[in-house]
């Protein structure tokens, strides 16, 4: 079975330019999430798709993050503009909906903002 | 707000020793989870605790679920070096949003 997908692995951007990062979840999984991951810190949730419908975006910087899930399948996170805090490992995870809902995560995407 | 609590943050042990790291949140959940996260790598599911009570064993290591004490254990038997890594336990609030610790750096030295 695949696991989660995502792309780029690494990138580099100066601050107040415009990223996008994408995620492939497992096939079938209903639920994705998109994570940040500060060094030394745990993963924070930034969105939870259920479907293509939002269900928690509490933690989400609106001001200059969103995020899509067109088609109820893949997902891309955007930042724009971005700010040297963002400097992060942006994670996505998916799950079942029903269950022990055990989330799978992708490799992650490392992001450097200089 | 689900708070979640980890220590220690640091562990240093010998190898063949055992050890325990605590996981403590703050409000009623009923499902609990503990990952590894190798450096510069994602994380790997180790356990999924659905209730109270519950007792999962994979190797050297075994994660328990006490619901009432919002309390969860990892204990490590006999740790070899392929465990260092760092182990997050995380808890599912509302929606199944979950919430994860600060993480515990386990280094297991000879």
């Known amino acids: 079975e695949a696991g989660v997908a995502q792309s780029p692995r690494y990138k580099i951007i100066e601050k107040r330019q415009s990223v996008a990062f994408w995620c492939n979840p497992i096939?079938?999984?209903?639920?994705l999430y998109w994570y940040q991951q500060i060094l030394g810190q745990g993963p924070k949730l930034l969105i939870q798709f259920q479907n293509n419908g939002v269900v928690d975006d509490s933690q989400l910087p609106k001001d200059r993050f969103s995020a899509e899930r067109l088609k109820g399948v893949d997902s891309t996170l955007k930042i724009q503009p971005a700010k040297l805090e963002d400097s992060a490992v942006y994670l996505c995870?998916?799950?079942?909906?029903?269950?022990?809902?055990?989330?799978?995560f992708g490799p992650g995407t490392r992001l450097t903002v200089t | 707000e689900l708070k979640v609590e980890q220590n220690p943050l640091f562990l240093s042990m010998q190898e063949g020793k055992n050890y325990t790291i605590y996981c403590n949140y703050s409000t009623t959940s009923d499902r609990l989870y503990w990952y590894r996260q190798d450096p510069g790598k994602s994380l790997e599911s180790l356990f999924v605790l659905l209730s109270n009570g519950a007792v999962k064993q994979e190797g050297r290591l075994m994660a328990s679920l006490d619901t009432k004490a919002r309390l969860s254990t990892l204990h490590i038997t006999a740790a070899v070096h392929d465990l260092s890594a760092t182990y997050f336990c995380?808890?599912?609030?509302?929606?199944?949003?979950?919430?994860f610790g600060t993480g515990t750096r386990l280094q297991v030295t000879l």
């Open positions: 995870a998916s799950s079942l909906v029903a269950g022990p809902r055990e989330q799978y």
């Open positions: 096939s079938g999984h209903a639920t």
């Open positions: 995380a808890v599912a609030g509302t929606a199944s949003k979950l919430t």
